[in-house]
């Protein structure tokens, strides 16, 4: 190789070692860089983690807030920083992607930070919505959550770190090894440049000094080119070589020096990084001792507020937060005092290690030095003693002396709440980060302390308010009772305003209805509210319905002239009589305050005095009658010669009369023992068919001329005064005959009821009006009817029957309508040995005999010929009742069925004989009487159509219609009687039309209860 190529290759070796030199220079920079970038990159994450933390330490602050004061400021806080906590955990799932080392824990922290959110936010719910209480019992427990939600931040956190610290450290290992590195290349480059110049110089200098001695040299003895023409010799190729390398050599030589200098540039650059990085390490590392200061800071702020959360009783409270204090900023000795709400004084809450009594109280104007210039300046004061002196604040027990002190007050809403007091023996002095992180506890401590003073003040408000409730409570229990008292007064005296039975109107003095009673809507039948109206209305509704209203008015502007008046009068409106009373109403203080207005209804007094007067007069005509006849055939007998059929004929005459008068003497005083409660009564069990048996038979012995039936067939016992009965029915039978046309229908009967057995006596006489049935059985009470006053009557003998029925343990009524006849019922108990039979009872001979005796019922108007037709049936021995009009005809029929009908077509009224005809054959208890027409008119065929037996044109012979009587009689009595009780409709009255053809008698029956009653009236082949 020659020179030249040789000089090149050192030449390349040199600048190779530069390249390498600045190439692991610039890779340096370029790896500190991206480490800058890393760790920059990680400080947002680190920011959001300390964010996150602080968040849900202010939710839980504000909760604690709300829970304990029901402040709504603290809902708006805790809102505030949970919107606040949702965008950080929003934020740090960013960064799940860019890390995913620590993906793992960033989820974790995402997912605790949520169920923390949740959890919190489930506690403000039931705070709000369910009760403090158990929203309390909720934020107690959710404390596992807080230490879970604070490891997954931790860890996450520590994770962090620790990439941080690795990417510093990897950042200050690489330069470091870079640099020397560099160091070393630079340091190795130098001895290279020397070596190479020595072998060079020692490889070339000899032949150059060979040169240089065949030259001449310069005065320097500096190798000079050598000028002017060179030899083209050996020697001058060489020169010329030398030269060439003389050149070579200077330039490189300049761009060594040049190269030198820019590697010295380069190293202070380097040297300069190094301390920028270095710089940056320890900024990173301040950042990161502040994170752990403040994370520490927190952590020990959360472990505080979960200790007030404890109690909410201020003396517990105050030790809990001194013995925290004093344990967390190792002090030995502190006091925590609050500020009286209700006194101007300060008292100790709580105290350790002072010559200091909990519940000291100490007044205001008492505060010096220290104690007084931290609660009124409210600033914090840090102070250290000296060996020589002692403690101008706070006195410590026994004989030990203070070192170093801090007060910090405390405030709540700008209220100055009190201070605390924490004292060191020895030491270091408190700095001022811890007097920082106490004023932030104490910040926290005064909500709590605020609440538990409120709490306080609550419980107080509560006792006292328990005093007053129960001082409350005893009065409303007087005032109840006398309350009750009134309303009982009240109640009675309405109930007895409401019982009575007068009407009662109060009127005030405004002229103004303020009460009414119920009887006196029910007596005016007024249905409305009168009060709140004026007299004007009361007396429209009850004087002007008045027969004598006008005299009523005149009474009442008599009385009412003076407003201290008071009188009465009598006013009629229409069936009735009532009495007006008037007069005023006072209070206590005898002063004015309205009138009162009685209504009363003294009908009944009027009708008794009525009714006394009417019986005055009745018995003095029932005793005057018998009384005189008996005086006047007496007399006869004694002053008169009689015969002796006279004399029998006059003493039987005296006997009835005496008898009558005996009659009424005995209902006289039956009633007056009955009324006095002497009246004995013998009761047994006997048949209640045989009773009625005899009293039938008795009247049937009488002569009476009525049908008397006895409609009853079974047997049974009832327990009575078989006497006393026999008298009820005996007055009600008399009256069924005596108010009864005569011929008429009389039923008796009694069936068993339950425990009773309920006689009836049914009549078909006049009836009874249903305005006086009430007053049917009242002492000398008669209808005022024209056709009962010809009967007579003293009005006692259904007063003795309600007097006996009663005394019986049974009840009498009536069921009557005006001229349709009457029921009476009444009944009496059973025997306890009843029995029910299955015996037949037959009517008594007289009424077997007034049975056989046929009725014909003659509708005629004609009254010569009704006379002349009645003439000779009764000659044949049927009893003829005559009609004149079709309504009195059906009603006749109504009540007793007659065994013939003699019926007119032209009659007087309204009815004409075909209606009566068509009426009597479409009812089913009259179709099968026969009934035989008698007319001018020739309508024999209309008339057998719609049922006649008959048909006889006028004029004919009377015996031609008594052979017809007779004839129809002798075919009913010949021919069998058919019951057909139908259960196929068509069936029963196929039957029927086939029945009648053949000329038998069919009683066609709606159900089966009819036919029993049928068969009872009359037998059924």
Same mark, same amino acid.
């Given at each position: ?123 403000v719910n039931q705070a709000v919505f369910e009760g403090v209480q158990d929203s309390k019992i909720l934020f107690s427990n959710s404390r596992h959550q807080d230490d879970e939600f604070l490891f997954a931040l931790n860890n996450l956190q520590n994770k962090t770190q620790n990439i941080i610290r690795n990417s510093l450290n990897k950042m200050v290992q690489q330069s470091e090894d870079l640099h020397q590195f560099n160091y070393l290349l630079l340091i190795l480059s130098l001895p290279l440049g020397v070596i190479l110049g020595y072998v060079l110089s020692k490889r070339y ?647 056989? &005796?046929?009725?014909?019922? #003659?509708? !005629?108007?004609?009254?010569? @010929? =009704? /006379?002349?037709?009645? +003439?000779? *049936? ?57 009934? &035989?027409?008698?007319?001018? #008119?020739? !309508?024999?065929?209309?008339? @057998? =159509? /719609?049922?006649?037996? +008959?048909? *006889? ?69």
């Amino acid at each position: 190789m020659n020179m030249g190529k040789k000089l090149f290759a050192s030449y390349m070796v040199f600048v190779l070692i530069i390249g390498i030199i600045v190439s692991t220079d610039y890779y340096d920079s370029k790896m500190t860089k991206k480490h800058t970038v890393e760790i920059a990159e990680l400080k947002p994450l680190n920011d959001v983690i300390q964010n996150l933390s602080y968040d849900f330490l202010m939710q839980r602050n504000s909760i604690n807030q709300y829970i304990v004061s029901k402040d709504l400021a603290a809902l708006d806080t805790y809102r505030e920083y949970h919107l606040k906590a949702e965008k950080d955990i929003t934020h740090l799932k960013d960064f799940t992607n860019k890390f995913p080392e620590i993906s793992t824990e960033i989820e974790a922290a995402i997912m605790e930070s949520r169920q923390q959110n949740k959890a919190l936010n489930e506690i403000v719910n039931q705070a709000v919505f369910e009760g403090v209480q158990d929203s309390k019992i909720l934020f107690s427990n959710s404390r596992h959550q807080d230490d879970e939600f604070l490891f997954a931040l931790n860890n996450l956190q520590n994770k962090t770190q620790n990439i941080i610290r690795n990417s510093l450290n990897k950042m200050v290992q690489q330069s470091e090894d870079l640099h020397q590195f560099n160091y070393l290349l630079l340091i190795l480059s130098l001895p290279l440049g020397v070596i190479l110049g020595y072998v060079l110089s020692k490889r070339y200098t000899n032949p150059i000094r060979k040169l240089i001695k065949a030259t001449a040299k310069d005065e320097n003895g500096n190798y000079k080119t050598i000028h002017g023409v060179l030899p083209k010799d050996e020697v001058g190729i060489l020169a010329t070589a030398f030269n060439d390398m003389v050149i070579t050599i200077n330039n490189e030589h300049s761009l060594l020096k040049e190269q030198n200098l820019k590697l010295l540039s380069q190293q202070e650059e380097m040297s300069a990084q190094n301390e920028e990085i270095r710089a940056q390490q320890e900024e990173l590392s301040a950042i990161l001792d502040q994170v752990n200061a403040e994370q520490d800071k927190l952590l020990q702020l959360h472990e505080f507020n979960t200790l007030l959360n404890e109690s909410i009783e201020l003396t517990v409270l105050s030790d809990t937060i001194l013995r925290y204090c004093l344990k967390a900023f190792k002090a030995d000795a502190g006091a925590l005092l609050v500020k009286d709400p209700d006194e101007e004084a300060i008292y100790i809450a709580a105290s350790a290690g002072l010559d200091a009594s909990v519940g000291e109280t100490i007044p205001m104007d008492n505060l010096r030095g220290l104690v007084k210039r931290c609660y009124l300046e409210q600033q914090s004061i840090i102070v250290s003693y000296p060996a020589t002196e002692v403690s101008a604040g706070i006195r410590l027990a026994e004989t030990q002396r203070s070192a170093h002190e801090v007060y910090v007050p405390f405030t709540f809403n700008s209220q100055k709440l009190g201070f605390i007091i924490l004292s060191k023996l020895s030491g270091n002095r408190f700095h001022d980060n811890e007097v920082t992180l106490l004023e932030a506890q104490m910040s926290q401590g005064a909500m709590a302390i605020n609440n538990a003073l409120v709490y306080k003040r609550i419980e107080k408000m509560y006792e006292d308010i328990l005093e007053q409730a129960a001082l409350v409570e005893q009065l409303n229990a007087q005032l109840e009772t006398e309350k009750d008292n009134l309303s009982r007064a009240r109640e009675i005296t309405r109930s007895v305003v409401e019982s009575i039975n007068e009407a009662i109107v109060m009127v005030n003095i405004d002229d103004e209805v303020v009460a009414v009673n119920k009887r006196w809507q029910e007596l005016f039948e007024y249905e409305g509210d009168l009060r709140g109206s004026s007299s004007e209305v009361l007396f429209r509704t009850s004087i002007d319905c008045l027969e004598n209203s006008a005299e009523a008015y005149n009474k009442l502007t008599e009385i009412m002239a003076h407003p201290m008046n008071q009188g009465e009068f009598n006013a009629v409106q229409e069936n009735r009589v009532l009495r007006v009373w008037t007069g005023p109403v006072l209070d206590r203080a005898e002063n004015l305050i309205g009138r009162l207005y009685v209504f009363r209804d003294i009908t009944i007094e009027a009708e008794v005095d009525r009714m006394k007067s009417e019986f005055v007069s009745t018995v003095s005509h029932e005793l005057r009658t018998p009384l005189s006849s008996i005086l006047g055939f007496s007399e006869l007998l004694l002053i008169k010669k009689l015969s002796e059929e006279a004399r029998t004929k006059y003493t039987k005459t005296i006997h009835k009369e005496a008898k009558r008068l005996t009659d009424l003497v005995n209902d006289f005083l039956d009633l007056q023992r009955m009324e006095l409660g002497k009246q004995v009564y013998d009761k047994e069990d006997f048949i209640a068919l045989d009773l009625l048996a005899e009293v039938v038979e008795s009247f049937a012995a009488s002569g009476v001329d009525h049908d008397i039936t006895l409609q009853t067939v079974e047997r049974f016992f009832i327990n009575a005064d078989k006497e006393r009965v026999t008298q009820v029915l005996i007055n009600l039978l008399s009256n069924a005959v005596k108010f009864s046309p005569k011929g008429t229908k009389i039923t008796l009967g009694v069936t068993p009821d339950e425990e009773y057995a309920k006689f009836f006596i049914k009549d078909q006489g006049l009836g009874i009006p249903k305005d006086v049935q009430d007053n049917l059985f009242s002492k000398f009470y008669r209808v005022d009817n024209s056709d009962r006053r010809k009967i007579g009557g003293t009005g006692l003998g259904l007063s003795i029957c309600k007097e006996i029925v009663e005394a019986h343990g049974g009840k009498i009524w009536v069921e009557s309508e005006h001229g349709h006849g009457s029921v009476f019922y009444f009944t009496v108990k059973l025997s306890e040995k009843s029995i029910t039979g299955d015996a037949e009872i037959n009517s008594a001979p007289r009424l077997q005999k007034d049975k056989s &005796i046929k009725r014909v019922l #003659l509708v !005629e108007d004609d009254r010569s @010929l =009704a /006379l002349l037709f009645k +003439e000779h *049936l009764a000659d044949c021995g049927y009893r003829v009742e005559v009609r004149a009009t079709g309504e009195e005809a059906l009603k006749t029929i109504k009540h007793s069925k007659p065994d013939v009908i003699i019926l007119d077509i032209l009659l007087a009224g309204e009815m004409n004989g075909w209606t009566i005809l068509q009426t009597l054959k479409q009812d089913k208890s009259t179709e099968n009487i026969p009934i &035989i027409v008698s007319s001018c #008119l020739p !309508e024999k065929e209309q008339a @057998l =159509a /719609l049922g006649a037996n +008959e048909y *006889l044109i006028k004029p004919f012979e009377p015996q031609l219609l008594i052979r017809i009587v007779k004839d129809l009689l002798s075919r009913e009595k010949d021919s069998q009687t058919f019951m057909i009780v139908p259960k196929n409709q068509k069936v029963s009255q196929l039957l029927v039309m086939r029945l009648k053809e053949k000329g038998f008698f069919v009683k066609d029956i709606i159900d089966e209860k009819e036919a029993i009653l049928v068969s009872m009236d009359k037998p059924i082949d």
